[in-house]
């Protein structure tokens, strides 16, 4: 089942932070973000493998509920570069050969001057 | 280094007609996807492969064939496509490490008229 990402959709100006959440029914081994621009591929942010692990990539970071089966994504003072899509794929601790992953619907981010 | 590509980046068939969607690497991944992306539905895992001449369905197969015959090669072949198949295609690929992630090519756009 596909995990549920919140908001769908997202408008910030320059330098206000967002969160993005990604949660799921089942349990999880590992969260894995990505941003996708328009007319590209989704490009590989960060992968939190452990509850609770908090991860840091420049202004953007992630958490990992592991009991909640939840993680966010914090996106900092965001500049124009962070706008795009933002998935986030989930990896189920009973089939994680080969880093299968179920993507989320996806959360639009827009940043305007 | 390239990789990951896809070939042909646009294609625009008629219904009925035959198309195979290429995917070549040069990183040696074991593990290799495709994904068709559709507005509103996010990536759809269509075919994986654990290594060459293994291959399994994912969540949306039918339609569709692949093989593996080259560790590094994977198409994708709608035998008779149908309008329904319009979308974006991405290869991805992965080591299968439990610490990697997946790596997506740049997409292919198929319109079926």
């Known amino acids: 089942q596909q995990p549920v990402q919140s908001p769908q959709a997202v408008i910030l100006r320059e330098g206000e932070d967002a969160v993005i959440n990604c949660s799921s029914s089942?349990?999880?081994?590992?969260v894995h973000w990505y941003r996708q621009k328009h007319g590209e591929a989704p490009v590989f942010l960060m992968i939190?493998?452990?509850?609770?692990e908090q991860k840091g990539h420049d202004k953007i970071s992630a958490s990992f509920n592991e009991k909640k089966q939840q993680s966010s994504l914090y996106l900092t003072a965001s500049q124009l570069s962070y706008s795009g899509t933002y998935f986030c794929?989930?990896?189920?601790?009973?089939?994680?050969?080969?880093?299968?992953?179920?993507f989320g619907g996806g959360t639009r981010l827009m940043v305007k001057p | 280094d390239a990789g990951i590509t896809q070939s042909p980046r646009y294609k625009i068939t008629e219904t009925g007609r035959q198309v195979t969607l290429m995917c070549h690497q040069t990183?040696?991944?074991?593990?290799m996807f495709w994904y068709r992306q559709d507005l509103g539905h996010g990536l759809r895992l269509i075919y994986y492969?654990?290594?060459?001449?293994?291959?399994d369905k994912g969540e949306v197969p039918d339609g569709y064939v692949v093989s593996r015959s080259k560790t590094e090669n994977f198409p994708l072949t709608l035998e008779s496509a149908t309008r329904s198949q319009t979308s974006v295609y991405f290869c991805?690929?992965?080591?299968?490490?439990?610490?990697?992630?997946?790596?997506f090519g740049p997409g292919t756009r198929l319109t079926v008229l």
């Open positions: 991805a690929t992965s080591s299968g490490l439990h610490t990697d992630t997946q790596y």
């Open positions: 089942k349990a999880l081994y590992s």
């Open positions: 939190l493998l452990k509850g609770g």
């Open positions: 794929g989930t990896q189920s601790p009973y089939n994680n050969a080969g880093n299968m992953l179920t």
């Open positions: 990183w040696s991944h074991s593990y």
């Open positions: 492969s654990a290594a060459a001449d293994i291959t």
